[in-house]
C-alpha cells in the first residue's frame, strides 16, 4: 500500500495501519528468489507496536503444502483437521469456537450461514500474501463493521503481482504431487492491463486417492504387570479429492484510490471417510460423498487523499452448492440420501474514516448482508437472514500511547417459511440484536520506542446461531440466542530493533476468555429427537509466550539474496474450563479438544536461493468430552515437517524453482479429531517455472 | 439351573421355552473378571439367582466408545468397561454405538449399530466368543423354542430418496441360528424403512417400523410367518413405531414416539390374530414412552415418560413410571418426583426388573456425551438402593442369569 509520504506519517501514529503499511503488504519482487520474511520473523509485533494474533508472510505461506499448515503454528490457535487432502479444516482461536472466527479475504468475509465454519482446505497457498490473526483490534484502518465485532479474524490477502523493469506481463506453471496420490496442475498469468492496474489469473487442480496407512493401538496392563493390546494398522479410503479453481483478481492502484474485485470459482467432489471405527473384516468403509460448487465476485474500493475524509466500499456476492450423498447400494449400513443444499448471500459494507487532528481519528461502518439457504431436505423452512451492522471507532494515537474504543451493533432478522409446524417447532421469524464493544491500547513507555510495547484490550462479541442450529430439520431450535464471549487481554513485548543484522522479540501475552449461551445440541424430553441449547458456559484463562531470533548477512542491501534464518518459539497454556451445569461430571473439566499446553518451534535457513524450514509443533493431551476421563483421553503429539526449497534463475529473468515436503517426519500416528487419524510420514515435490 | 423365568429387555421379548437349537458353550472356566477394578455400591447379595446386571454404554456415535458394565449381585460391586478390560487384544474395543443388549442362556449378544456388527460373549467373563457382520442392528428377539434370534437392521436400504415414489422404503429382518459350528445368518427378509422393534406373538412376527431419516416416518408393523419368514401383511399404526411388546400369547403391544409435534408417544395394541390395531384410551392413553421394559414375571410392561414431551425449550422435564399390565386392564403411574434421586435424571434411557427383589433398575443417559449413570430403585422409586457412574450414553441394562 503506497500512502503519500504525508498521509503515511499521519497514519503511521495509528498503528494499525502501519501493520497493514508494513508488514504484510510489503511486495517482494517474484523474480529476485528468497528474501527475508519479515512478518515470519516479527509475527506478532509491528514496527510501531505489538498486537494479539499472529501472522505469516509470503515466503513462508509458499514454502508450506498447505493453507492449513500456515496457520496451525499461530499460537492460540486450534486447527481443527479431519486429516488428508479433502478433510475439513477449521480454526478455533483461544478456545471459542470455529464459529467465532471470522475469515476473510482481502477485507471481505467469507460466509458460512448454514453452519458457520470455513473450510481453509478451499484456500491455495499461490494465491496470497500474507494470512495474519488478529485478537484484538482489526488490523485494516477501514474496518467493515463486521469486523469490528469479530471476536477474533483470520486475514488473507491476496497477492498483487509485481513486474521487473520493461516486462508486461509473467506466466508461471507449475505441477506438484507425491504422497496420498497427489497430483496438482497449476498455472497463472499476471499482467498490466492499465496504467495502475495489474490482472492476476490462476487456475489449479487437485487430484488426490487421499490412501494412506495409520495405526491404531491400545496397551494396558494387567493386574499381573502383563502388558497387552493390540496395534493394528489399516487403510484410510474414500478420502479421495478432485478440485478445481480459477480465479482472476484485479488490483489497481494510483496513489488516491485503490481497488480490488476478485472472482473465484471452485468446484470439488470428495470422499467422506468417515469416523475409524471397529467393523467387522468384510464392511466396507463409509461410501459418503460430497460435492461442492463455490463462486463469488467481490469487490472493494478505497479512495484516500490524505484529507479529512477517507473511505473503503465493498460488495460481494456468493453462490455456494453442496451436495452431500450417500451410496447404499455399495454400502449396505448407509440409508438412501442424496441431499442439496444452495446458500446465496449479498454483503456490502460501507467504511468512513475521519481524520480529527494529528492524533485523533474517527471510523464509521455500515454493513448489510443477506443470506439464504435452499434445501432439499424433509421439513425445510428455507431461511433467510438479513443483518445490519453499525459501528463507530474512535482512536487517539500519539508516540506513546495508541487507544481505540469501539461500539458495534448488529440486528439480524430472520424469516422462514412457517407452514405448519414443521419439524415440531412453533416458528416464529425472529430478531436478534446486540452490542458489541472493544476497548483496546497500546503504550510504548520508553519516549515512544517501540522496543518495549505494553498492550491490550477488552472486547464483547457475539456470533449468530447458524441456519443448521436454528432450522436443521427436527434438531434445530428457532429460539436461540447468539453465543456471547468477553475477551480481556494484556500483553508485553520486548524487541531490539533491526540494527545491524540481528533481530530479536519477545512478547508475554495473557487473557481472559468467557464465553456465554454457548450452544449446544442435547438430547430432549424425547430420547431419539435431540435439540440445540443456550447451555454452554466456558472460561478461558490462557497464556501465549513467543520469542524469536532472527539473523540476515544482507540485511538492508539492496538488490542481494537473502542468507540468514530465523528462529522462533511459541508456546500457549490455555485452560478452558467447562462451567456449564453445576454437579455434572463435565463441570470444572478442560473443554474438548483444547490441549492445556501446545507450542511450535520453527527454524527457517536460507542461503544462496535454498531454503530450509522445520517446524516442529507440539499438544498436550486433549478429552473428547468435558468430563476429563481416561476413556475420554486424546494422546499427546509431536510433529514435524520439513520444507526444502531452491531457486534457479536464468538468463532473461525466468526462473525454476523446486520445493520438497516433507510432511510428519517423525511418522507420528496421531489424532486431532476423535477418530479421525492423521497421515504418517508424507512428501509432495513442487515444481514451479515463472518466466 | 434356576428356574426363574425373567428376560425382559427394553428390546427383546422372551419366550421361554426348553428347547435351544443354537449351541450355547459350555464354559466351566470362567476366571478372569473376579480381579477387575470396581466399586462396590452396595452390600453383595449372594442368595440373589442372579448372576449380573450388565449395562452396555452406547458411547457417542463415531467414537467408537461403546462399553459393556456389570454389576455382580455377589459381592456388590460395580465394574466399568469390562468388554475391553477382558479382551485387551481386540482391535477397536467393544465398538461404536450399542443399541441393544440381550441374553441367550450362557451367550450375550451386544449390537453395535455404529460397528456395523453383532458382538457375541460370554457374560461370565466377558470373553469375546464371536461376531456377526449385520449393518446397522438395531434390536435382537430370541425364539427360545425353535432357537433362533432375530436381528432388525437399517441396512440395505436401497430406497431412491431422489425419486420417492418409485421405491420401496425397506430394511432388513435377520434370522440367525446354528449353522455347522458357528452361529451365522440362515434368513434374511425385507421388512418396513428402518425397523426396530421385533417380537413373536402365536405364529407370527411382529416388525415395528420407525422410518423418519430422509423420508418420513414408517407407520406400519410388518407381520411375518414365524416359521417361513413369509411376509404375511403391513399393519398401518401410527408414525415412528419403535418398541413391540408381546407375551408370546395372545397380547401385542407396539410403541410409537410420536412425530414430536402432532402425535404423542404411546402404546397401541395389536390383536395378534384378528391383526386390528386399538387406539390407546383411558388410562393407557395418558402413558408416554421414552423407555420401555416388559417383565414376564409379573406380566407387566413398565414404561418411562413425560408429560411435556413437546417442550423444547431445555426446562427441567418431570419424568414418570407407567406400570401396565400386560393386557392393558390396570395403569399406575409413579412420578419420578417421589425420589429426589429419580427426579434430578436428565435422560431415564432404560428399565429393567428385578423379579426377586421387584427393585428396578434405571439407567440415565444424561447428555449422551458425558458419562451416564445406573440407578437402583425399590419397586415404587420411593427408595434408591444404589447407584453408579456408568459410561457414555448408559442405556440398555439387562439381568444375566447364569446357567
Known amino acids: 500500500m503506497r500512502f503519500p509520504p504525508f498521509i503515511s506519517s499521519f497514519l503511521g501514529l495509528f498503528y494499525a495501519v502501519s501493520v497493514l503499511a508494513q508488514a504484510p503488504r510489503s511486495e517482494p519482487d517474484s523474480l529476485s528468489g528468497e528474501t527475508l520474511d519479515a512478518s515470519v520473523v516479527l509475527s506478532g509485533i509491528s514496527s510501531r507496536g505489538a498486537f494479539s494474533g499472529d501472522s505469516a508472510g509470503e515466503a513462508f505461506i509458499r514454502s508450506a503444502p498447505s493453507i492449513a499448515d500456515v496457520v496451525r503454528q499461530f499460537s492460540g490457535l486450534q486447527l481443527k483437521d479431519y486429516g488428508g487432502v479433502g478433510g475439513m479444516k477449521t480454526v478455533n482461536v483461544r478456545s471459542l469456537g470455529s464459529e467465532h472466527t471470522g475469515v476473510f479475504i482481502d477485507g471481505i468475509p467469507v460466509e458460512n450461514a448454514q453452519n458457520m465454519q470455513v473450510d481453509l482446505g478451499r484456500f491455495s497457498t499461490s494465491s496470497f500474501s500474507s494470512v495474519e490473526l488478529r485478537n484484538g483490534l482489526s488490523s485494516s484502518s477501514y474496518p467493515s463493521a463486521r469486523e469490528i465485532g469479530n471476536s477474533s479474524s483470520l486475514y ?34 499476471d499482467a498490466k492491463v492499465g496504467k495502475n492496474t ?69 468446484s470439488s467432489d470428495r470422499g467422506l471417510p468417515g469416523p475409524v471405527v471397529r467393523r467387522p473384516s468384510d464392511s466396507v468403509t463409509s461410501k459418503d460423498r460430497q460435492s461442492d460448487g463455490n463462486i463469488f465476485l467481490q469487490g472493494d474500493w478505497t479512495r484516500d487523499r490524505g484529507e479529512l475524509y477517507s473511505f473503503d466500499l465493498r460488495a460481494k456476492y456468493a453462490l455456494d452448492l453442496t451436495r452431500y450423498r450417500t451410496n447404499p447400494w455399495a454400502e449396505a449400513a448407509a440409508l438412501p ?229 530465523s528462529l522462533l518459539l511459541k508456546y500457549t497454556f490455555q485452560r478452558a474450563i467447562d462451567r456449564s451445569e453445576k454437579g455434572k461430571s463435565t463441570y470444572g473439566g478442560q473443554i474438548p479438544y483444547i490441549p492445556v499446553h501446545s507450542g511450535t518451534l520453527s527454524l527457517d535457513v536460507f542461503i544462496r536461493g535454498w531454503r530450509l524450514d522445520v517446524s516442529v509443533l507440539g499438544n498436550s493431551r486433549r478429552w473428547s468430552s468435558s468430563a476429563n476421563r481416561e476413556d475420554f483421553e486424546i494422546d499427546p503429539y509431536v510433529t514435524a515437517d520439513a520444507s526444502l526449497s531452491k531457486s534457479f534463475t536464468f538468463q532473461r529473468g525466468t526462473q525454476l524453482r523446486l520445493q520438497l515436503n516433507i510432511g510428519n517426519i517423525l511418522g507420528e500416528q496421531y489424532e486431532v479429531v476423535k477418530g479421525y487419524p492423521m497421515p504418517g510420514t508424507n512428501a509432495i515435490l513442487k515444481t514451479e517455472y515463472c518466466f | 439351573m434356576k428356574k426363574i423365568t425373567l428376560l425382559f429387555c427394553s428390546c427383546a421379548l422372551a419366550v421361554i421355552a426348553a428347547g435351544c437349537k443354537m449351541d450355547v458353550p459350555d464354559v466351566i472356566d470362567a476366571s478372569g473378571d473376579e480381579n477387575l477394578a470396581g466399586e462396590v455400591v452396595t452390600v453383595g447379595d449372594a442368595t440373589s439367582p442372579y448372576s449380573k446386571l450388565f449395562v452396555l454404554n452406547e458411547g457417542k456415535w463415531g467414537e467408537n466408545n461403546a462399553t459393556l458394565d456389570f454389576f455382580r ?202 391383526l386390528s390395531v386399538t387406539a390407546p384410551s383411558g388410562d393407557v392413553a395418558d402413558i408416554r414412552c421414552a423407555a420401555i421394559g416388559y417383565d414376564p414375571n409379573d406380566r407387566n410392561i413398565y414404561v418411562i415418560g413425560t408429560d411435556d414431551e413437546w417442550s423444547w425449550d431445555g426446562s427441567k422435564q418431570h419424568y414418570n413410571l407407567y406400570k401396565m399390565s400386560i393386557n392393558g386392564s390396570s395403569v399406575t403411574k409413579i412420578p419420578f418426583s417421589v425420589n429426589p434421586d429419580a427426579e434430578n435424571m436428565k435422560m431415564p434411557s432404560g428399565i429393567m426388573r428385578n423379579a426377586v427383589t421387584r427393585d428396578l433398575y434405571i439407567t440415565d443417559a444424561g447428555d449422551y456425551l458425558s458419562p451416564g449413570s445406573v440407578y437402583s430403585f425399590n419397586y415404587d422409586l420411593t427408595k434408591t438402593n444404589w447407584h453408579a457412574e456408568a459410561g457414555v450414553g448408559a442405556s440398555h441394562p439387562a439381568i444375566y442369569i447364569e446357567y
Open chain 1, 156 to 189: 488473507f490477502v491476496q497477492k498483487a503481482p509485481t513486474f521487473s523493469e520493461g516486462k508486461n506481463s509473467s506466466f508461471r506453471i507449475g505441477v506438484r504431487g507425491g504422497s496420498f496420490g497427489t497430483f496438482s496442475p497449476s498455472f497463472s498469468w
Open chain 1, 198 to 266: 495489474v490482472s492476476s489469473f490462476e487456475a489449479e487442480l487437485l487430484s488426490s486417492n487421499g490412501h494412506y496407512r495409520f495405526h491404531e493401538s491400545r496397551f494396558r496392563t494387567l493386574p499381573d504387570g502383563k502388558v497387552v493390546g493390540y496395534d493394528t494398522t489399516m487403510i484410510r479410503r474414500n478420502g479421495d479429492i478432485l478440485s478445481m479453481r480459477v480465479q482472476e483478481h484485479l488490483h489497481g492502484d494510483n496513489c488516491v484510490d485503490r481497488w480490488n474485485v476478485t472472482l473465484y470459482m471452485y
Open chain 1, 337 to 565: 440420501l442424496d441431499n442439496h443444499y444452495t446458500q446465496n448471500s449479498l454483503f456490502l459494507s460501507m467504511s468512513n474514516l475521519f481524520r480529527l487532528g494529528e492524533r485523533f481519528s474517527l471510523s464509521q461502518a455500515t454493513d448489510f448482508q443477506v443470506n439464504h439457504l435452499d434445501a432439499d431436505v424433509l421439513y425445510f423452512v428455507y431461511p433467510t437472514r438479513w443483518s445490519l451492522w453499525n459501528a463507530v471507532r474512535g482512536a487517539y494515537a500519539s508516540p506513546s500511547l495508541d487507544m481505540s474504543a469501539s461500539l458495534q451493533h448488529m440486528v439480524a432478522f430472520d424469516r422462514f417459511s412457517d407452514d405448519a409446524r414443521k419439524g415440531g417447532f412453533k416458528k416464529v421469524n425472529s430478531s436478534r440484536s446486540t452490542f458489541s464493544p472493544a476497548l483496546d491500547f497500546s503504550v510504548r513507555p520508553f519516549g515512544g520506542s517501540p522496543s518495549f510495547v505494553i498492550d491490550g484490550f477488552a472486547k464483547r462479541s457475539v456470533r449468530l446461531p447458524s441456519f443448521n442450529d436454528l432450522y436443521y430439520s427436527v434438531v434445530g431450535n428457532t429460539q436461540l440466542r447468539p453465543e456471547k464471549a468477553s475477551q480481556y487481554d494484556a500483553a508485553i513485548t520486548w524487541r531490539k530493533l533491526p540494527s545491524g543484522h540481528w533481530t530479536g522479540e519477545a512478547r508475554i501475552e495473557g487473557y481472559f476468555n468467557r464465553l456465554v449461551d454457548k450452544i449446544v445440541a442435547l438430547p430432549t424430553a424425547n430420547q431419539f429427537r435431540w435439540t440445540m441449547y443456550n447451555i454452554g458456559k466456558v472460561d478461558v484463562n490462557g497464556a501465549e509466550v513467543k520469542t524469536s531470533l532472527a539473523y540476515d548477512r544482507d540485511m538492508f542491501r539492496e538488490g542481494e539474496i537473502g542468507n540468514g534464518f
Open chain 2, 73 to 274: 449381585f455377589s459381592n456388590g460391586k460395580y465394574v466399568r468397561d469390562a468388554f475391553s478390560q477382558q479382551n485387551p487384544t481386540i482391535p477397536m474395543g467393544l465398538g461404536d454405538t450399542g443399541n441393544c443388549l440381550a441374553f441367550y442362556y450362557n451367550t450375550g449378544w451386544a449390537l453395535m449399530n455404529g460397528s456395523n456388527l453383532v458382538e457375541i460373549f460370554n457374560p461370565k467373563d466377558e470373553k469375546h466368543i464371536q461376531t456377526l457382520s449385520i449393518p446397522s442392528p438395531r434390536m435382537i428377539m430370541f425364539d427360545y423354542e425353535l432357537g433362533y434370534a432375530y436381528i432388525t437392521s437399517y441396512g440395505d436400504a436401497k430406497y431412491d430418496s431422489a425419486n420417492p415414489e418409485a421405491g420401496k422404503k425397506e430394511g432388513t429382518l435377520y434370522k440367525i441360528g446354528q449353522v455347522g459350528d458357528k452361529i451365522d445368518i440362515i434368513d434374511e427378509v425385507k421388512v418396513g424403512y428402518q425397523p426396530e422393534g421385533v417380537a413373536i406373538c402365536g405364529d407370527k412376527i411382529f416388525v415395528a417400523n420407525s422410518g423418519g431419516y430422509v423420508a418420513g416416518y414408517d407407520n406400519r408393523v410388518t407381520v411375518l410367518n414365524r416359521e417361513t419368514m413369509d411376509y404375511v401383511t403391513d399393519i398401518e399404526v401410527a408414525p415412528n413405531l419403535k418398541y413391540v411388546i408381546s407375551d408370546g400369547v395372545s397380547n401385542l403391544w407396539v410403541s410409537t414416539s410420536g412425530d414430536y409435534w402432532s402425535i404423542h408417544s404411546g402404546l397401541y395394541r395389536i390383536d395378534p390374530l384378528s
